[in-house]
C-alpha cells in the first residue's frame, strides 16, 4: 500500500524524500521504502514500452534534483583519460598512420582536429562496421597524437565523487537493469516458431531504456564506475535473476532463461544422442569440436578416423567425448554482464545494446570483465553467426566489438593465458570450416580421401567467416600472442589441418567438347578465402619470425608442413604424374612452405638444406605449383576457351597485385627451390613436358603433337621458355633486399603506363599484413618514387576532359632499369605488356638510341643468394642446350609456329647462362658417361664449351610425308637443296657408323629414366607396382613415324652467326672486330633488335672462352668471302622479299592515310567556313559592282548549296537554352565566398536578377502595365540564349534526319522528342533550327549608304517608318514554309524557358507580355556576347568566331514576329524624344487609369531593340544612327538626373549655381554643367524627388564631386548603352569592331556609332556631352522629361529615387569563391540540416552559383516528384544547375531533363580527384579546373563539352 501511494505522489518530492532517508543510516526503512517503490515502477509484467518507470528512475536517480542538472554534476567527476566515442556505420573518422600503434587505430573528427597531425600520413574514412575513438588510449596510439583534451592526464585533478550523489543509482540501476533482463528472456523465441518479427518488436519497446543506459554511460568515469560494480557483481545477479521464492513471474521467467540456454548448446540433436547426454546441464554448450587440449596426436587419429567416411559429401567431425571442463563451466552466467551479452548474442547484436556495451569500455575493470565474458561466449557468437539470416549486419556489429578488445596488446595476451583463447578461435574456425566440406576430386577421383571447403556454400560465398579470421589476424599481429601459438605443436597441427581444407578446393577441369552450360562464378570466393583465411594470418605470422633467435617456430611450421602435405599426397593418391586436364589454384600448404623457407633463409640465416625433404618428395612438391604456370599459358591459348569467361578471370585473379605475393610468388620461388636441387635434366625434361611441347622439340619440319592442336603450338612454346626465363632470372626472394624489390615493382608499374599516385599504391603488392616493413604511404615509397618518376601535373585536354596527376617514368629507368620480366610477371592484361614495350620504342626513338622495333632489353640480374646458387644449374644442363639447339636450327630454317619472341627467349636464355657460369674450370672436362643416348649431343654441361660444339648428324623420327624422307635414295651423298630450303642429306655409304654418330633426343624417355633413378636411390624398397602405365601412353602419335638422319654440321655458334645474317637483312657479315669494342659502348648494346642480342651474345661468349672466340673468327672468315649464289638464296631472298614487301605495304598505307587526313582537313575547313550572311562583308566598292548575287548555303545533309527561299528554307543548327547567368551578376567584382561556419551568409538581393525584379515591380505599382512591360527587359533570370555551330542544313532535310533518329533512339542523353539532334557535321548539340531570310549579299550596301542628311530630317523619317507598321498585316495568302519555320522556331524559343520568366505582366498571356519576351531575347543575347567578350568592346574585332553567331537571323526572326504587334501612335516613345508636348500629361491623369512610365525611369536599350525590331526590315544604317543619337540623349539626362538625386543639398546648390553661368553659352545643350544645372532646377519642382532631410541623402554622397568624378561618372552610366548599340551595329550591318585601350572605351565607341562630337577640345579627353545631338531644344526637352517625374503626385521621394539612381553597371558573373582546403566545406556541410526538412541529408549538395545547400536525392525535400536539386536548378539556373556533392567531392551538372557528372575541382597533393572520398586524403581546391568550370557556366558549354549525360528522371 505504501507503495501504491508513493507512486501517485509528485515524483520529484517523493525522490527528494527517498534520497534524503536513505542517508539516514540508522535503520532500513528508507531502501525498504525504495524497493518496494522499485517493485511496483518496474513491474515486469507492466508493457515494456511504459514510458512511465523511465521517468520514475531519472527523477529518483537524480534524488530530486532536476536530469539534466544530475547529469552536468556528474560529469564534473568525470576522471576518464580516453575519449571511447563510439560510432556505428557510416560515421566519418580519421586513421592517422604516423601515430598509430596498431593498424586498426581510429580518432573521432573532434579529437582529430584537435590533435596535432601536420605532416603525418593520415586519411578520413566512412566506418563500415562502426568503431571507437582511441584517443588517449596509449596501447593502440602514441601519446604525440592525443588531442589536447586527452593529452592531459585528465583523472588526476579531478575531485573525489560525494558519496550520497550516486547512492541512488547504486540501489535503482540494478532493479532497472533486472527489468531490461526480464524483458529479454519474456520475448524471446526460437527462430523455429517462425517468429522471427516478434524480436524486432521486443527491442522496439525496450528501445528507450536502452538508450537511457547509453546516456548513463555517456556521464563519464563515475557513473560507468558503478555501472561496472552493478554489472559484475556476482552476489546482485544471483538475488535479482532468479527472483524470490513467492514470486510466479520470475519463477517462470527464469526457466525461461534456461530454456533459451539449454536450446543453445552447440551440439545438435543427433550428436547429443551420440555423446550419451552428456549435454544436459543448462549452458553446458563446450566448443565445438575437438577440445583445445586434445593432444597433437589424438587430433592427428581423429583426422583420419574422420577421413574414412567422406565418400557421401558427409562432414568431417571430430570427436566431441573429450570435453575440457574449465570452458564447459564457463557459460553458468554469474553476473549481469553476461547474461546480457548472451541475450545481445540471441537477439542478433541490436545496434543499441552493441553500443551500450562499447560505451562502457573506457572503464577498464570492466573492460577486463567484458573481454573475457566475449570470449567465454566465443563459439556461441559464431555459431549464431552461421544460422544467422542477417550475417552481414551481424559480422559487422560482431567485429565492431571484437576490434576494440583484440587490438590492445596486453588484454590479447591475458585473454590467451587465462581464456585459452587461441584454442577457442583455431577450433572454432576448424568447425566452422567443417559444415561446409565435400570430397576433393583432384588427382584420384574415385579413391581420394581428401575433403575440401565447397566454395558455393553461403559461409564462404558470403564471406560469413570473415570476423573470426579478421579477429585471428589481429591477435597473431602482437608478438606475445603469435609467440604462444607458435610454441604450441597441437594448434599447429590443427592450424595445418584447417589450412589442408583449403588445398586443392575450387578444382577445373578442362572442358573438352561442349561449352561448359553454366558459368559458375564462385572462384572469387575461393580466392578470398585463401587469401583471408589462410594467406593474412600466415604473413602475420612470418612478421614474427624475422630474427636468428626464432628459428625454432620456423623449423616446427616447416617442419608441420611438410607432413601435412605428405598426408594430403598420400589422400589425394599421388605418385608422380598429375592427372591430365585439372587445375586448381589454391595450394596454401605449398605456400605455407614457400613463405617460410625465404623468411628462413633471408632473415633467419638458417640452412636451406636443413629444412629441404627428400628428393622424392620434391619432385611431388614441385609438380602442382607447375601444373598452374602450364595451366596460365594453356588458358592463354585459348586451351580453355570452352570453360567460359571465368576461367579467365582465375588466371588474372591469381597475377592481380593484391593476389600475387600470396599466390603466384610463393609458387615461382617454390619452384626456384626445387629447381636448384632436383637433377636440372629430369626439371627442364618436366617443364616441356607440362607445356605440352615436347613434339615440337625435333630437328625435323613436320612433327606430329597428340595433344596440342597446330595454332596452340606457338603460344605454348613461347610460355615455356618465358617461364624458364621467369624461373632462372626472377630475383623477389632469392636475394633481394626489400627496397630493391619495391624500385622494381614500382618500375615495372610505371613502365607500363603512366599511373597517379593512388593506383599505383594499390598496384604494388604490400605484404598484407599492415605491420610489415613497406607500407604504401611509408616513407620509403615517397621516396622510392620521386627516384624513379617524374611528376606530371594534370593538364586540361583540348576537348575539355580532364587529367590527373600522373607519375611517368624518369629517362635512366627506361635506360637502365626497364625490365620486361618483371613485367611479364606483374601484367593481369596481356596489352600492358605490348603497352610497355610500345613505350619503351618510344623512348629509344625520342632519344634517339634505336629507331626501329626494338626487341626487350636484357637486364643484368642481383646475385643469387648463396643457398639457391643450384638455379644455375639449369641453364648449364644438356637438355636445355638441346633444346636451344633445335631452337635455333628451327628458326634458321624458318620452320613452322616459330616466331620472334621464342627467338628472343632462347637468346635471354643463353645470356643468362653466358652471365652465370658455373665454375670455369669445367670448361675442358671429359665427356661424361657414353651410355645414355643424349649425352652423345654435348661433350659436357657448360654452356661455354657447348656453344662451339659442332653437331653433324641427327636422327629425327619424321611422318612419311615429311620432305626429310626421300622416296628414291640418290645415287652419291652430295647435298641437294631439298623442300623449304633444307639441308638434309640421305645417307647411304657410311650409313652404319653414321647411324651411330647421329644423335637422338626424347625428352620423355629421358625424364622417366632421372626420375627411376631417384625413385631406386630414395626407397629401394619402393614397390614399383604402385607406378601408373598409362603415362607412357599418353604421348603414342598416331600416323607411323620413320627414322631419318638429318645433316646438320652446325654448333651453337654458327646457328648465331647465321640468324645475325638473316636479321640483318643486309647481307652484313658479323665483324670480328666487333668483339673488340669497349664496354663503354654497352648501353648501345643493351637497347637494340635482335641482331644487336646476338652481337651481344657473341662478344660475352669471346671474352669468356678462347675457344669461342677462335671458333667465331674461323667462322667470320668462312661466310666472309661473296656468299655463292645458290648456297642461302631460297630462304634469305624469301626473307628479303619479305621484308621488303612489307616495308612498302607499309609506306603506301602511310601515304594513303596522310592524304585520306588532308582530304578530311578541308572538308572541315570549308564547312566550318559556311557563308552565314552576318560574314565580314567588308565596305568597298567592288561589291557595289557586282551583279546581284544571293548569299548560298551548305546543307550538311544532302550537301547542295543554294540560297535560301521562301518555298525550301534553309536553317542554321541552333541550341536553345534557358540562362540565368546574367542574373546572377553583382555589382562588385569580387566573386561572393562559400559560407563555411553559421556566421557567414549569402545575400541574393544585390543580384541583377533581383535588382531588376524590384525595379519592375515598383513601376506595375505606380503606371500602366502596357507601358511598364515596354521601359524594362527581363530575361536577367530564365532568359533565352542561342548559340549555333556555323552549320546549315535545309529544313525539310532537318525533318527527315530527325525521323530517322526517331527511329534509331541512339542518342544517349537527348530526347529526340524534345527536337534534340546533333549537328550532323560537328556532332555539337542542339535543338532547334533557325531560319535564314533569303536576300542578296548586295543589298547590304544600299542600307549601309552615309547620309547627309540632318538629324532632322531623319527623325521625321523615322517617325514615318513606324506609322507605316500598320501597313504590315501578315496576311494569310503570304504564309509560306519560311513563315511556318519561323512560327515554329518562336514556339521553341518559348518552351525553352519555363513561364514563370515570360509573364510578368498583370494580365498573364497577354500581347504585351509576349512582345517584352521577344524583344528580352534579343537582349539576353546582346547582353551575353559582351559578357563573353570580357564585359567591354576593348578587344574589337569579329564576335567570338563571328561565324558562329547566329544574332543576325535571330533579329530577323523576331523581327517577323513582333511586326505582328502594331505600337499606339498615341503613346509611341518616339515622339515623347523627339517632341515637345505640353497638353497630354494632363489628360492621362483625369481618365483614372495609372499615368505612363516617364522617359526618366525607362531603360534605353530595351527601347533601342524595340525600334529596331518593330521598324520595316531592313533598316537603313542612317535611320538606326539616328535612333542611337536620339536615345543617347534620354541616357544622358537620365545619367544627369542620377548624379542630381546623387549629390548632397548643399553640392546640388553649388552646381546649380555655376552651371547656370553657362546657360548663355553658344552650346549650353553640350556642356554637362549647364545641363546638370538645369536638371537639378526642374527636379526641385517636385516635393516627391529630393528628401527635405538630408538623411538618406547623405549616405550616398559620402564623397566630394569634382569636375573629373562627374564625367567619369557620366561615362560609366553611359558606356553600357553604347556598348549594346555597337555591337548591335556589328551584327545588323557587319561593322568591324575597333579594339582600343580602356580609357578610350568611350570614344571611339561614340565614333563607331557615328556621334560627332563639338570640336571644342581637339586635344584634351574626350567628354560624354560633347557627343550629344538634341533633335529640339534641350533645355525644353528635359524640362518635359522631369515634368513627367515631379509631375508623380503618388509617389514618395525613396521610391523615385530607387528608380532614378539606376546603375547600369554589372561585374562579370562569378561562381562562389571556394576555400582552400576541402576539409574546411566539408566539416561544415556534412553535418549540416537541411533547412527545409530540417534533417540532416543522406547525400548533402551544395548550389555552386548562390550557395543553397539541398538534399541530392532526398525523398524528404521532393515536390510533385521533383527532387530538390532538380528544383533548385530550375529556381536559379533556369534548369541548370551546378552542385557539389559533399560527400563524394565531384560536382554534377544538371541542364534540363539530363544531368552528367563533371569531376572534381578538388585534387589531392598528387593532383588527383578523390571521387566519394574513397581515399580520405586532405584535398585543394585546383584553381585552375575551377575556372574552366566557371567558364563553361557563363558560355554556355556544358552540352558541348561534356559527353556522358544522362536523364535524371527528376529524381536529383
Known amino acids: 500500500m505504501m507503495a501504491a501511494s508513493l507512486v501517485r505522489r509528485d515524483k520529484k518530492a517523493t525522490a527528494a524524500q527517498l534520497k534524503a532517508d536513505l542517508n539516514r543510516t540508522d535503520d532500513g526503512s528508507g531502501a525498504r521504502m525504495l524497493q518496494d517503490l522499485l517493485d511496483c515502477v518496474l513491474n515486469p509484467e507492466m508493457q515494456a514500452g511504459d514510458t512511465e518507470a523511465l521517468e520514475w528512475c531519472k527523477c529518483l536517480l537524480a534524488g530530486g534534483d532536476a536530469f539534466d542538472e544530475f547529469c552536468k554534476t556528474v560529469r564534473s567527476y568525470d576522471n576518464a583519460t580516453l575519449c571511447g566515442l563510439v560510432w556505428t556505420a557510416n560515421f566519418v573518422a580519421y586513421r592517422c598512420r604516423t601515430c598509430g600503434i596498431s593498424p586498426c587505430m581510429s580518432l573521432c573528427a573532434e579529437c582529430f582536429n584537435n590533435g596535432d597531425h601536420t605532416g603525418h600520413d593520415f586519411n578520413m574514412f566512412r566506418s563500415q562496421a562502426g568503431g571507437a575513438c582511441d584517443c588517449g588510449d596509449s596501447n593502440v596510439m602514441r601519446e604525440s597524437g592525443f588531442c589536447r583534451r586527452h593529452r592531459s592526464k585528465t583523472g588526476e585533478n579531478v575531485p573525489s565523487i560525494p558519496r550520497d550523489l550516486l547512492l541512488m543509482s547504486e540501489m535503482v540501476l540494478p532493479r532497472f537493469i533486472i527489468h531490461i533482463v526480464q524483458h529479454l528472456r519474456e520475448g524471446y523465441t526460437e527462430p523455429e516458431a517462425g517468429a522471427e518479427r516478434d524480436l524486432q518488436k521486443v527491442l522496439q519497446q525496450l528501445e528507450p531504456h536502452i538508450s537511457f543506459l547509453e546516456e548513463l554511460t555517456k556521464m563519464g568515469g563515475a557513473m560507468r564506475t558503478v555501472l561496472t560494480k552493478i554489472l559484475t557483481n556476482q552476489q546482485t545477479f544471483k538475488d535479482l535473476s532468479m527472483g524470490q521464492e513467492d514470486n510466479v513471474y520470475a519463477k517462470k521467467n527464469y526457466d525461461k532463461y534456461l530454456a533459451a540456454l539449454k536450446s543453445s548448446g552447440l551440439v545438435s540433436a543427433e550428436e547429443k544422442a551420440g555423446a550419451g547426454g552428456a549435454d544436459a546441464l543448462p549452458g553446458a554448450h563446450s566448443l565445438p ?347 592463354h591459348s585459348n586451351m580453355w576457351v570452352r570453360n567460359g569467361l571465368q576461367i579467365k578471370g582465375q588466371a588474372m585473379t591469381y597475377v592481380q597485385s593484391h593476389f600475387c605475393n600470396s599466390m603466384i610468388d610463393p609458387d615461382i620461388f617454390l619452384l626456384q627451390v626445387c629447381a636448384s636441387r632436383l637433377d636440372p635434366d629430369y626439371f627442364i625434361s618436366c617443364v616441356f613436358e607440362r607445356f605440352k611441347v615436347v613434339d615440337l622439340l625435333t630437328m625435323a619440319s613436320k612433327h606430329q603433337n597428340a595433344v596440342l592442336e597446330p595454332e596452340q603450338e606457338r603460344p605454348m612454346l613461347e610460355g615455356a621458355l618465358t617461364f624458364l626465363v621467369l624461373l632462372t632470372s626472377l630475383r623477389i626472394h632469392l636475394g633481394m633486399a626489400d627496397d630493391e624489390i619495391l624500385r622494381a615493382e614500382m618500375v615495372s608499374q610505371l613502365c607500363m603506363n603512366d599511373r597517379t599516385h593512388s593506383s599505383l599504391l594499390d598496384l604494388i603488392p604490400e605484404n598484407p599484413n599492415p605491420k610489415s616493413g613497406i607500407i604504401p604511404g611509408s616513407c620509403s615509397f615517397e621516396a622510392m618514387l620521386s627516384a624513379v618518376a617524374d611528376f606530371k601535373a594534370p593538364v586540361f585536354e583540348p576537348g575539355g576532359s580532364m587529367q590527373q596527376g600522373m607519375y611517368t617514368p624518369k629517362a635512366e629507368v627506361w635506360e637502365k632499369e626497364f625490365d620486361p620480366i618483371m613485367v611479364v610477371l606483374r601484367t593481369v592484361y596481356r596489352r600492358d605488356v605490348q603497352s610497355a614495350m610500345d613505350r619503351y620504342a618510344a623512348f629509344l626513338k625520342q632519344t634517339g638510341m634505336h629507331s626501329g622495333n626494338p626487341w626487350p632489353p636484357y637486364k643484368e640480374r642481383t646475385p643469387l643468394h648463396p643457398c639457391y646458387r643450384g638455379l644455375v644449374k639449369l641453364l648449364h644442363c644438356k637438355t636445355l642446350h638441346i633444346v636451344i639447339f633445335t631452337l635455333l636450327y628451327k628458326i634458321s630454317m624458318d620452320h613452322p609456329n616459330m616466331s620472334e619472341h621464342v627467338l628472343c627467349m632462347v637468346l635471354y636464355l643463353i645470356e643468362l647462362g653466358l652471365d652465370n657460369l658455373v665454375q670455369e674450370d669445367r670448361e675442358d672436362e671429359e665427356p661424361s658417361i657414353e651410355e645414355h643416348c643424349h649425352d652423345s649431343w654435348f661433350p659436357g654441361t657448360s654452356l661455354l664449351s657447348n656453344l662451339h660444339h659442332v653437331i653433324n648428324f641427327v636422327r629425327v623420327r619424321v611422318p612419311e610425308n615429311a620432305p626429310e624422307v626421300k622416296k628414291e635414295p640418290p645415287p652419291s651423298t652430295s647435298s641437294d637443296p631439298a623442300a623449304a630450303g633444307q639441308t638434309s642429306r640421305r645417307l647411304t655409304g657410311n650409313w652404319r657408323e653414321n647411324l651411330r654418330e647421329a644423335q637422338v633426343f626424347s625428352l620423355v624417355a629421358e625424364r622417366r629414366r632421372k626420375f627411376q633413378e631417384i625413385i631406386n636411390r630414395s626407397s629401394r624398397e619402393a614397390d614399383q607396382a604402385v607406378r601408373p602405365k598409362a603415362s607412357s601412353g599418353r604421348w603414342a602419335p598416331t600416323p607411323p613415324l620413320v627414322t631419318e638422319i638429318l645433316e646438320v654440321r652446325e654448333s651453337m655458334l654458327s646457328l648465331l652467326l647465321k640468324l645475325h645474317r638473316k636479321l640483318s637483312a643486309l647481307q652484313d657479315p658479323f665483324s670480328p672486330e666487333r668483339l673488340d669494342e669497349p664496354p663503354a659502348s654497352a648501353t648501345r648494346r643493351t637497347h637494340g633488335d635482335g641482331v644487336t642480342a646476338i652481337e651481344r651474345i657473341l662478344a660475352k661468349a669471346a671474352a669468356h672462352s678462347r675457344h669461342s672466340r677462335r671458333s667465331i673468327l674461323e667462322l667470320c672468315a668462312r661466310n666472309a668471302p661473296p656468299v655463292p649464289p645458290r648456297k642461302h638464296s631460297p630462304s634469305d631472298k624469301k626473307t628479303m622479299d619479305k621484308e621488303e614487301r612489307r616495308q612498302k605495304a607499309r609506306e603506301r598505307q602511310q601515304k594513303l592515310l596522310a592524304e585520306f587526313a588532308s582530304r578530311q582537313k578541308s572538308f572541315m575547313e570549308t564547312a566550318m567556313d559556311v557563308e552565314s550572311p552576318d560574314g565580314d562583308v567588308a565596305m568597298d566598292l567592288d561589291a557595289l559592282e557586282q551583279p546581284e548575287s544571293e548569299v548560298l548555303y551548305d546543307c550538311v545533309i544532302c550537301g547542295q548549296s543554294g540560297p535560301s527561299t521562301d518555298d525550301r528554307p534553309t536553317g542554321l543548327v541552333v541550341l536553345l537554352q534557358a540562362t540565368s547567368v546574367l542574373g546572377h551578376r553583382c555589382r562588385n567584382t569580387e566573386p561572393k565566398k562559400l559560407p563555411t561556419s553559421d556566421e557567414e551568409h549569402i545575400y541574393p538581393a544585390d543580384t541583377c536578377g533581383a535588382v531588376h525584379d524590384v525595379r519592375l515591380t515598383l513601376l506595375q505599382r505606380f503606371f500602366k502595365d502596357s507601358s511598364c512591360l515596354q521601359s524594362v527587359s527581363i530575361g536577367w533570370d530564365g532568359g533565352v540564349y542561342v548559340q549555333t555551330c556555323g552549320h546549315t542544313l535545309h529544313i525539310d532535310c532537318h525533318k527527315s534526319y530527325m525521323e530517322s533518329l526517331r527511329n534509331d533512339q541512339v542518342l544517349q542523353g537527348s530526347s529526340v522528342e524534345k527536337g534534340e539532334f546533333t549537328c550532323p557535321l560537328c556532332r555539337q548539340f542542339a535543338n532547334s533550327v533557325l531560319p535564314c531570310q533569303p536576300g542578296q549579299a548586295t543589298e547590304r550596301g544600299v542600307w549601309h549608304g552615309h547620309t547627309n542628311k540632318g538629324l532632322t530630317v531623319l527623325v521625321k523619317e523615322v517617325e514615318e517608318l513606324q506609322d507605316q507598321l500598320g501597313a504590315f498585316p501578315v496576311s494569310a495568302a503570304t504564309e509560306s514554309n519560311l513563315t511556318k519555320e519561323m512560327e515554329s522556331v518562336i514556339k521553341d524559343i518559348k518552351n525553352t524557358t519555363q513561364k514563370k520568366y515570360m509573364d510578368y505582366g498583370k494580365t498573364p498571356g497577354s500581347p504585351d507580355n509576349d512582345f517584352l519576351f521577344m524583344y528580352s531575347v534579343a537582349r539576353t543575347n546582346l547582353e551575353l556576347e559582351l559578357v563573353h567578350r570580357g564585359g567591354d568592346l576593348c578587344c574589337g574585332g569579329a564576335s567570338a568566331a563571328a561565324k558562329r553567331s547566329c544574332l543576325n537571323q535571330l533579329f530577323h526572326v523576331l523581327a517577323v514576329h513582333m511586326r505582328l504587334y502594331s505600337i499606339d501612335s498615341a503613346y509611341n516613345p518616339w515622339t515623347r524624344l523627339t517632341q515637345i508636348t505640353c497638353s497630354r500629361h494632363a489628360d492621362s491623369t483625369c481618365n483614372g487609369d495609372s499615368p ?47 548624379l542630381c538625386v546623387r549629390l548632397g543639398p548643399d553640392e546640388r546648390q553649388a552646381w546649380s549655381t ?171 556541410y556534412h553535418r549540416k540540416a537541411c533547412s527545409y526538412c530540417k534533417k540532416v541529408p543522406k547525400d548533402p549538395a551544395l548550389c555552386l552559383v548562390c550557395g543553397t545547400f539541398v538534399c541530392l536525392k532526398g525523398m524528404c525535400c521532393k515536390q510533385q516528384s521533383f527532387c530538390e536539386c532538380v528544383l533548385h536548378s530550375q529556381a536559379c539556373g533556369a534548369a541548370t544547375g551546378i552542385f557539389l556533392l559533399i560527400n563524394a567531392s565531384v560536382i554534377i551538372i544538371i541542364r534540363g531533363h539530363r544531368f552528367c557528372l563533371w569531376g572534381s575541382v578538388y585534387l589531392d597533393a598528387h593532383g588527383e580527384e578523390d571521387r566519394d572520398l574513397r581515399r580520405g586524403k586532405p584535398l585543394f581546391l585546383c584553381e585552375e579546373r575551377y575556372r574552366v568550370l566557371g567558364q563553361q557556366w557563363v558560355s554556355h558549354t556544358f552540352d558541348h563539352i561534356n559527353k556522358r549525360w544522362g536523364p535524371h528522371y527528376n529524381g536529383l
Not at 300 to 305: A, P, S
Not at 1590 to 1617: A, R, T
Request: aromatic share 10%; charged share 20%.
Open 289 to 635: 569440436g575437438a577440445a583445445a587440449e586434445a593432444s597433437a596426436g589424438s587430433v592427428k587419429e581423429e583426422d583420419q578416423d574422420g577421413g574414412q567416411n567422406v565418400g557421401q559429401r558427409k562432414r568431417v567431425k571430430l570427436s566431441s567425448s573429450t570435453k575440457d571442463k574449465s570452458i564447459m563451466d564457463a557459460l553458468k552466467h554469474k553476473c549481469f554482464l553476461e547474461e546480457l551479452l548472451f541475450w545481445t548474442i540471441k537477439y542478433e547484436f541490436p545496434q543499441k545494446m552493441v553500443t551500450f556495451l562499447l560505451n562502457m569500455l573506457p572503464d577498464q575493470d570492466y573492460k577486463i570483465a567484458f573481454t573475457k565474458t566475449f570470449v567465454q561466449h566465443y563459439a556461441f557468437i559464431m555459431e549464431t553467426l552461421m544460422r544467422s539470416h542477417e550475417s552481414d549486419t551481424m559480422s559487422n556489429r560482431i567485429v565492431h566489438i571484437s576490434v576494440q578488445l583484440f587490438s590492445n596488446e596486453e588484454l590479447a595476451r591475458h585473454m590467451t593465458e587465462e581464456c585459452q583463447l587461441l584454442d577457442i578461435m583455431v577450433t572454432v574456425l576448424h568447425y566452422m570450416m567443417e559444415s561446409c566440406l565435400i570430397k576433393c576430386e583432384l588427382q584420384d577421383e574415385e579413391n581420394s580421401r581428401h575433403v575440401v571447403v565447397n566454395c558455393g556454400e553461403p559461409l564462404l560465398k558470403n564471406n560469413t567467416y570473415w570476423p573470426l579470421v579478421s579477429d585471428f589476424i589481429n591477435i597473431l599481429s602482437h608478438q606475445s600472442v603469435a609467440k604462444r601459438f607458435l610454441e604450441d605443436h597441437s594448434l599447429l597441427i590443427l592450424w595445418m589441418s584447417f589450412v589442408s581444407f583449403f588445398q586443392g578446393m575450387n578444382l577445373n577441369k578442362r572442358e573438352l567438347n561442349e561449352h561448359v552450360e553454366f558459368e559458375s562464378q564462385t572462384y572469387y570466393a575461393a580466392f578470398a578465402a585463401e587469401l583471408e583465411a589462410c594467406a593474412q594470418p600466415m604473413w602475420g605470422l612470418l612478421t614474427h619470425c624475422k630474427v636468428k633467435e626464432t628459428q625454432e617456430y620456423t623449423k616446427t611450421v616447416v617442419r608441420y608442413c611438410l607432413e601435412t602435405l605428405q598426408m594430403w599426397f598420400d589422400a589425394i593418391g599421388f605418385v608422380d604424374e598429375p592427372a591430365p586436364n585439372q587445375l586448381t589454384f589454391h595450394l596454401p600448404l605449398h605456400r605455407y612452405y614457400a613463405m617460410f623457407l625465404s623468411k628462413a633463409v633471408k632473415c633467419q640465416g638458417i640452412d636451406l638444406d636443413s629444412l629441404l625433404p627428400d628428393q622424392e618428395m620434391l619432385m611431388k612438391i614441385m609438380v602442382h605449383p607447375l601444373q598452374i604456370q602450364a595451366s596460365l599459358s594453356e588458358i
Open 1492 to 1538: 505612363e512610365v516617364p522617359m526618366l525611369f525607362r531603360d534605353v536599350p530595351s527601347l533601342l531593340i524595340i525600334f529596331v525590331l518593330t521598324m520595316p526590315q531592313p533598316l537603313r544604317k542612317e535611320h538606326f544612327t539616328c535612333m542611337v543619337k536620339v536615345l543617347y540623349t534620354l541616357q544622358f539626362t537620365q545619367a544627369l538626373t542620377a
Open 1554 to 1724: 555655376s552651371g547656370a553661368l553657362k546657360k548663355g553659352l553658344a552650346n549650353a545643350d553640350r556642356c554637362w554643367e549647364a545641363l546638370l544645372s538645369h536638371a537639378i532646377n526642374e527636379l526641385s519642382r517636385g516635393r516627391n524627388v529630393y528628401e527635405d532631410d538630408g538623411d538618406h541623402m547623405s549616405m550616398l554622397s559620402s564623397s566630394v564631386w569634382s569636375p573629373q568624378s562627374i564625367e567619369y561618372s557620366l561615362q560609366q552610366f553611359c558606356l553600357p548603352f553604347l556598348r549594346l548599340s555597337c555591337l548591335l551595329q556589328h551584327h545588323l550591318y557587319g561593322d568591324n569592331l575597333a579594339g582600343c585601350p580602356k580609357e578610350d572605351e568611350f570614344s571611339v565607341l561614340a565614333g563607331c556609332l557615328g556621334f560627332s562630337p563639338l570640336a571644342l577640345l581637339p586635344s584634351g579627353p574626350s567628354y560624354s556631352a560633347s557627343f550629344l545631338e538634341w533633335p529640339v531644344c534641350a533645355f525644353d526637352l528635359m524640362s518635359q522629361w522631369c515634368a513627367e517625374v515631379t509631375g508623380l503626385a503618388g509617389m514618395q521621394a525613396d521610391d523615385s529615387q530607387t528608380l532614378l539612381v539606376q546603375d547600369p553597371q554589372w561585374a562579370a558573373p562569378h561562381l562562389l569563391q571556394l576555400p582552400e582546403n576541402y576539409n574546411t566545406i566539408f566539416q561544415y
